[in-house]
């Protein structure tokens, strides 16, 4: 049964996989998210991330104290069109994309 | 996890420490502890670009590489787990007539040393990648017998062969300090950085909340806490920590020139197989190549990077590869960026690694300093630290590799380094 349900639909990945996923050992979110690859297709986690935090949760007792470390660029971009930005994103204007865009990505040092 | 006796305790649970425990073990020294501060894949054995080549400037670095190569051709079948090995080759290309002259002078040893590697003009790139635009491009260099591969499994399949032959694997578990005496570490304190439920052989059955199946039961589960402290004594210390090395010398006093210098890195949506080999650009530290799961995965060099380490993601690393890319295969403008990661290159002041014992310490080895190719040097470079760590034999590449080559001025040269 659980090798038909599918918890992440970008990347095929079933309730089974995940479950023995958590029983070969990977009993954080990060290293489950590594290990099935759930969330790192194309809607990067938005649809699957909370059921597999459930399973896990379940499974090991403890819910993630957070998600997983999110991936810019939140919608996926073209490279043309990053490409145009040019001087738009300066180094010196860096910190303010960064800021306006949420944090880009991962506290220092972290994940 | 309780504190105990090891022979060799391995600081960082990256490729290249996770690669020499299992060749320890294999040399029969299984009683063997590596600690990382975080998960397996954490670090930049989990954040690169899983590029594996021969194509170097320096002899050490080509003959070293060609085993790894050798490697990674068997490693699936040994290890029992696809780590997504193609060889497509790398095809280096230079923009500026210097560059070109240097790429000849290395392409030159590398024939001397048995690789393949051939010159090409730049009509000829077309031959190997027709959706390149060579504009501006002045030589290129390609070699077949370079491939890729999907780094994750890699090290799961290390960590994996290591525990059935006998190596404890602590992660989250950090390293605080060092207990010293006479100018030997004698134990090595940690810490605990997550709780940590280890899973109980008592399991339910029957269907739960979160769907049917086995599951722990959570009440039965032992929980190692946070912030638990200890130390575990030991014969050896082996410093594989990649970027975080300068921070483990320098609690036994050591100062390491070692920088952590960020590199950032991206995937596009997945494409149908049309890329053969790793494009790496030597101008501008432009790189990609096309995943088994047919994402385009590259990087480029961005500078200047925040000092110390720093695995942030910037808008202005996208900009910046995104214009290197679709100049040189303009196709790619279309194409949607998907995610973006980043990591850690440990670099060394001359190109080169920092390699075996070092003075002021008697019992800590050094392995670090492998300028971004540490990952792909991992295969090889676990077996010669094996060997080093077993039998205490300085081999002359370790003698050249060592820390002291900086005080006494004998510093090494490698050009061939991208990004």
């Known amino acids: 049964m659980s090798a038909k349900v599918l918890l992440c639909r970008c990347e095929d990945v079933t309730l089974a996989e995940v479950e023995h996923a958590i029983e070969s050992g990977q009993r954080d979110i990060e290293s489950l998210k590594r290990f099935t690859g759930f969330g790192t297709g194309w809607c990067q986690g938005k649809q699957c991330l909370i059921s597999c935090a459930r399973v896990l949760a379940a499974r090991v007792g403890e819910f993630p104290l957070a998600p997983v470390t999110p991936r810019p660029p939140v919608h996926p971009m073209p490279l043309g069109m990053l490409a145009s930005l040019g001087d738009a994103v300066s180094v010196d204007r860096l910190e303010s994309v960064g800021a306006a865009g949420g944090d880009h990505g991962e506290g220092e040092g972290e994940r | ?419």
């Open chain 2, 1 to 419: 996890m309780t504190a105990g006796r090891y022979r060799v305790v391995i600081i960082g649970a990256g490729i290249m420490g996770l690669s020499t425990a299992w060749h320890l073990a294999k040399r029969g020294i299984t009683d063997v502890l590596v600690v990382d501060r975080g998960y397996l894949c954490g670090g930049a054995s989990g954040r690169n670009g899983g590029g594996v080549r021969a194509q170097f400037s320096s002899e050490s670095n080509i003959r070293l590489m060609r085993e790894s190569i050798e490697i990674c051709r068997t490693f699936a079948a040994e290890m029992k787990i696809n780590v997504w090995f193609r060889q497509g080759g790398y095809l280096f290309l230079t923009r500026t007539k210097q560059r070109a002259r240097m790429l000849e002078a290395s392409a030159k040893l590398q024939r001397d040393c048995g690789l393949e590697t051939r010159l090409l003009a730049p009509r000829e790139v077309r031959d190997i990648v027709p959706e390149i635009d060579p504009t501006g491009v002045e030589l290129a260099s390609f070699n077949p017998g370079d491939g890729v591969v999907f780094p994750w499994p890699f090290v799961w399949g290390y960590a994996k062969a290591a525990k059935d032959l006998g190596v404890e694997i602590a992660t989250f578990t950090e390293v605080e300090g060092f207990d010293t005496n006479n100018g030997r570490i004698t134990g090595v304190r940690l810490v605990r950085t997550r709780h940590d439920a280890i899973v109980a052989e008592d399991r339910d059955e029957r269907t739960t909340a979160a769907g049917p199946g086995p599951r722990v039961d959570a009440s039965r589960a032992r929980v190692i806490p946070e912030g638990e402290r200890f130390v575990v004594e030991c014969d050896t210390v082996l410093c594989c920590a990649g970027a975080w090395s300068p921070s483990i010398a320098r609690m036994v006093g050591i100062e390491l020139p070692n920088k952590p210098h960020r590199h950032e890195i991206c995937s596009t949506e997945p494409l149908k197989p049309w890329l053969g080999p790793l494009v790496a650009d030597l101008t501008d530290g432009l790189y990609f190549s096309q995943s088994m799961r047919g994402e385009i995965v590259g990087g480029i060099a961005v500078e200047p990077v925040p000092h110390g380490i720093n695995q942030r993601s910037s808008a202005q690393f996208l900009a910046t590869y995104a214009r290197s890319l679709v100049r040189t295969v303009p196709s790619m403008s279309r194409v949607k960026v998907l995610r973006q990661w980043a990591g850690c290159y440990d670099l060394t002041p001359d190109g080169n690694p920092i390699v075996g014992h070092v003075d002021g310490c008697e019992n800590l080895v050094m392995a670090c300093g492998f300028m971004g190719h540490g990952f792909m040097m991992a295969p090889v470079m676990g077996r010669l630290l094996a060997e080093h760590v077993a039998t205490d034999e300085t081999s002359e590449l370790f003698a050249r590799w060592n820390l002291r080559r900086f005080r006494e001025g004998k510093l090494l040269s490698e050009s061939m380094i991208i990004g």
